[in-house]
């Protein structure tokens, strides 16, 4: 009690106090700002022992106000180690991953993975620095100051392992070397500090930059991936613009640039078919897929390119133009993993599987990849909007009915909300006690946030919405308040309260119709997450019409052709309103846009 008195006393003596001196303190955060790094790699590959040499030299800019005193690397293939986070967790968690199981515990010495460091200078000079797990610790010779470019030049010695997930040899499908996550790649440092998170489960993060990669491989490999290949006539394999002049040897050195990427992937197999076909007016697309595949699977990769050329052309239509001169569809061992000017893919299934996953991996070069946002933090915002936008491709594709996809995929999120196994979207996608309610929540209800937005502010601002997030934030790290942050610009409401209750926590949407007496409706919020309302009276003479109750905390409405009444203030549980006509019935939503977990009461 005394406790607050003097609180209070130091309030007034304060407040006085500022108020004598009569001076103001404008204090500005300081602006958006990301790092940068220029990768230059040079690296040896044994296709015998799966083993690779590598020197790496780093340039790594520092546009943070902060001085850096210590550095952070990802070393993803040390996760497929006996004993590791990865194995581990898999073998501890309820219900763990099938592709993942106790595989890892039970690789030998020659089929793990591993990346060793064997040197690091910092300038040229020696850096201390620790491999523990998954992440080298580097502590800097000297501090890296606001706007200081330092060079890093690493040598390190790599094996693949045999294909767990998402990277790795010889997979299932037989192909060689799916090669994702297989270099030393330096950890993100940004308004929220390193994100040097360990290598348990799931995805990826990083620093936006430029990579000039040299690959020495066999001669028979044939290459796919991130970059533009820099020597297509020293090399052929489908790359070629002119005749084809190989260098004698056992091996060839493939030289690609990428510019303005966070990541560098490829995979390669010397049965690999290389198709091409340009998008009109846009990138070149690759495909790369195992030429010993039976026919009707061949066939499948046919079929699967022209496609291809419509999905590239909706998403840049849709959500803003691909950058890139090049995109590869390639078959990769392990279901299908977004990459840098890529995708790997599993290759043997049904063409609508094939189609479906091409579809989904295609959007993500939008959703994480160009809109750069952390996966291991906001992969709702990775995850669910490309399952939305892979969904709508299709059905836009197909001429299918995409209700009825968001029909399933609202259903899906209504049975994770009513299990009592959800845990709120701010999570971090490694602390998942349930690998479903990951899914459900990243994919699921992700792509119904979306889906929602297009409720809540109506369908055109939510298209504007997309077009805008990609414009103002592509080739950065866009957070979840950017997306709301686009969605109040475009449609001059407030919206905070929709990204906080339905991302930020678990709160539900359950609003019922409580009576209808002759003209009187009485409309009921049971749940406890906000919501405007549309709903449908039908009259006893058998005509319809549409009603719109705004929210009182959106401090507006969206644009409607229904009769928009007054607002709806949150905290009272019900509302009630007269129509001109008898009523014969109401429903809520009738267009099922809103993700209320009772549709029982939705309908008098
Ligand atoms: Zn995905």
Same mark, same amino acid.
Request: net charge negative; charged share 20%.
């Given at each position: 009690m005394r406790y607050h008195v003097y609180v209070l006393l130091c309030f007034m003596f304060f407040g006085i106090a500022s108020k004598s001196q009569n001076s103001t303190i404008t204090k500005t955060k300081p602006a958006y700002w990301q790092q940068h790094v220029d990768y230059k790699m040079d690296i040896v590959f044994d296709v015998n022992n799966y083993q690779y040499k590598g020197k790496q030299e780093l340039t790594y800019t520092n546009n943070s106000p902060d001085e850096l005193t210590r550095v952070y690397y990802h070393l993803y293939f040390n996760a497929f180690q006996p004993g590791s986070e990865m194995d581990i967790r898999s073998q501890t968690t309820p219900f763990p991953d099938s592709r993942i199981g106790d595989r890892i515990g039970k690789l030998k010495p020659d089929e793990i993975g591993y990346i060793k460091v064997n040197s690091l200078k910092q300038n040229g000079i020696d850096v201390k620095y620790e491999t523990v797990g998954t992440v080298l610790e580097v502590d800097l010779d000297k501090p890296i100051q606001p706007g200081e470019s330092v060079v890093f030049n690493m040598v390190f010695e790599a094996q693949v392992p045999v294909q767990i997930r998402r990277s790795g040899r010889n997979n299932n499908e037989g192909v060689a070397l799916s090669m994702a996550q297989w270099y030393p790649k330096l950890a993100e440092y940004d308004f929220e500090g390193?994100?040097?998170?360990?290598?348990?489960e799931r995805e990826f993060h990083g620093v936006w930059g430029n990579f000039d990669v040299k690959l020495t491989i066999d001669k028979d490999y044939i290459v796919g991936g991130t970059g533009y290949l820099q020597n297509p006539n020293a090399i052929?394999?489908?790359?070629?613009?002119?005749p084809v002049n190989r260098p004698a040897g056992e091996t060839l050195t493939w030289h690609f640039k990428a510019p303005n990427v966070h990541d560098f992937t490829w995979a390669a197999d010397p049965d690999y078919r290389h198709d091409t076909l340009k998008v009109p007016g846009g990138p070149v697309l690759h495909f790369f897929y195992k030429s010993t595949m039976a026919k009707e699977k061949l066939e499948n990769w046919k079929n699967l390119q022209p496609k291809a050329v419509e999905l590239m052309q909706f998403f840049s239509n849709n959500i803003g133009p691909y950058p890139y001169d090049q995109y590869s569809v390639i078959q990769g061992g392990d279901g299908g993993m977004e990459y840098a000017m890529c995708t790997l893919i599993l290759g043997e299934g049904t063409f609508e599987g094939l189609f479906g996953v091409t579809a989904h991996e295609m959007a993500h070069t939008w959703f994480q990849?160009?809109? +750069?946002?952390n996966e291991l933090k906001h992969y709702w915002m990775d995850e669910g909007f490309t399952e939305y936008f892979g969904e709508l491709a299709e059905s836009h594709i197909f001429q299918t009915d995409f209700s009825q996809t968001s029909k399933g995929v609202y259903d899906l999120y209504r049975s994770l909300a009513l299990s009592g196994k959800e845990q709120p979207?701010?999570?971090? +996608?490694?602390?998942?006690?349930?690998r479903q309610a990951y899914s459900i929540s990243a994919y699921y209800k992700g792509y119904v946030f979306l889906a929602q937005l297009a409720y809540v502010i109506g369908q055109e601002n939510q298209e504007k919405t997309i077009k805008k997030y990609f414009r103002d934030f592509a080739f950065t790290h866009p957070v979840p308040n950017d997306i709301i942050r686009t969605a109040e610009k475009v449609s001059g409401l407030e919206l905070d309260w929709y990204l906080m209750d339905f991302t930020q926590t678990t709160n539900t949407i359950d609003y019922g119709v409580k009576a209808v007496e002759g003209r009187r409706i009485t409309l009921e919020r049971i749940g406890l997450m906000p919501m405007p309302i549309d709903l449908t009276v039908t009259y006893t003479d058998g005509t319809s019409e549409d009603f719109y109750i705004p929210l009182r905390i959106m401090r507006g409405a969206k644009p409607t052709s229904a009769t928009q009444l007054e607002d709806w203030a949150w905290a009272y549980p019900t509302y009630t309103f007269e129509t001109k006509k008898p009523v014969r019935s109401v429903e809520i939503d009738p267009k099922g846009l809103m993700a209320d977990i009772d549709l029982r009461n939705n309908r008098s």
């Amino acid at each position: 009690m005394r406790y607050h008195v003097y609180v209070l006393l130091c309030f007034m003596f304060f407040g006085i106090a500022s108020k004598s001196q009569n001076s103001t303190i404008t204090k500005t955060k300081p602006a958006y700002w990301q790092q940068h790094v220029d990768y230059k790699m040079d690296i040896v590959f044994d296709v015998n022992n799966y083993q690779y040499k590598g020197k790496q030299e780093l340039t790594y800019t520092n546009n943070s106000p902060d001085e850096l005193t210590r550095v952070y690397y990802h070393l993803y293939f040390n996760a497929f180690q006996p004993g590791s986070e990865m194995d581990i967790r898999s073998q501890t968690t309820p219900f763990p991953d099938s592709r993942i199981g106790d595989r890892i515990g039970k690789l030998k010495p020659d089929e793990i993975g591993y990346i060793k460091v064997n040197s690091l200078k910092q300038n040229g000079i020696d850096v201390k620095y620790e491999t523990v797990g998954t992440v080298l610790e580097v502590d800097l010779d000297k501090p890296i100051q606001p706007g200081e470019s330092v060079v890093f030049n690493m040598v390190f010695e790599a094996q693949v392992p045999v294909q767990i997930r998402r990277s790795g040899r010889n997979n299932n499908e037989g192909v060689a070397l799916s090669m994702a996550q297989w270099y030393p790649k330096l950890a993100e440092y940004d308004f929220e500090g390193w994100h040097a998170d360990p290598y348990i489960e799931r995805e990826f993060h990083g620093v936006w930059g430029n990579f000039d990669v040299k690959l020495t491989i066999d001669k028979d490999y044939i290459v796919g991936g991130t970059g533009y290949l820099q020597n297509p006539n020293a090399i052929g394999h489908g790359y070629e613009t002119g005749p084809v002049n190989r260098p004698a040897g056992e091996t060839l050195t493939w030289h690609f640039k990428a510019p303005n990427v966070h990541d560098f992937t490829w995979a390669a197999d010397p049965d690999y078919r290389h198709d091409t076909l340009k998008v009109p007016g846009g990138p070149v697309l690759h495909f790369f897929y195992k030429s010993t595949m039976a026919k009707e699977k061949l066939e499948n990769w046919k079929n699967l390119q022209p496609k291809a050329v419509e999905l590239m052309q909706f998403f840049s239509n849709n959500i803003g133009p691909y950058p890139y001169d090049q995109y590869s569809v390639i078959q990769g061992g392990d279901g299908g993993m977004e990459y840098a000017m890529c995708t790997l893919i599993l290759g043997e299934g049904t063409f609508e599987g094939l189609f479906g996953v091409t579809a989904h991996e295609m959007a993500h070069t939008w959703f994480q990849f160009l809109l +750069a946002t952390n996966e291991l933090k906001h992969y709702w915002m990775d995850e669910g909007f490309t399952e939305y936008f892979g969904e709508l491709a299709e059905s836009h594709i197909f001429q299918t009915d995409f209700s009825q996809t968001s029909k399933g995929v609202y259903d899906l999120y209504r049975s994770l909300a009513l299990s009592g196994k959800e845990q709120p979207q701010t999570t971090h +996608a490694d602390r998942f006690n349930l690998r479903q309610a990951y899914s459900i929540s990243a994919y699921y209800k992700g792509y119904v946030f979306l889906a929602q937005l297009a409720y809540v502010i109506g369908q055109e601002n939510q298209e504007k919405t997309i077009k805008k997030y990609f414009r103002d934030f592509a080739f950065t790290h866009p957070v979840p308040n950017d997306i709301i942050r686009t969605a109040e610009k475009v449609s001059g409401l407030e919206l905070d309260w929709y990204l906080m209750d339905f991302t930020q926590t678990t709160n539900t949407i359950d609003y019922g119709v409580k009576a209808v007496e002759g003209r009187r409706i009485t409309l009921e919020r049971i749940g406890l997450m906000p919501m405007p309302i549309d709903l449908t009276v039908t009259y006893t003479d058998g005509t319809s019409e549409d009603f719109y109750i705004p929210l009182r905390i959106m401090r507006g409405a969206k644009p409607t052709s229904a009769t928009q009444l007054e607002d709806w203030a949150w905290a009272y549980p019900t509302y009630t309103f007269e129509t001109k006509k008898p009523v014969r019935s109401v429903e809520i939503d009738p267009k099922g846009l809103m993700a209320d977990i009772d549709l029982r009461n939705n309908r008098s």
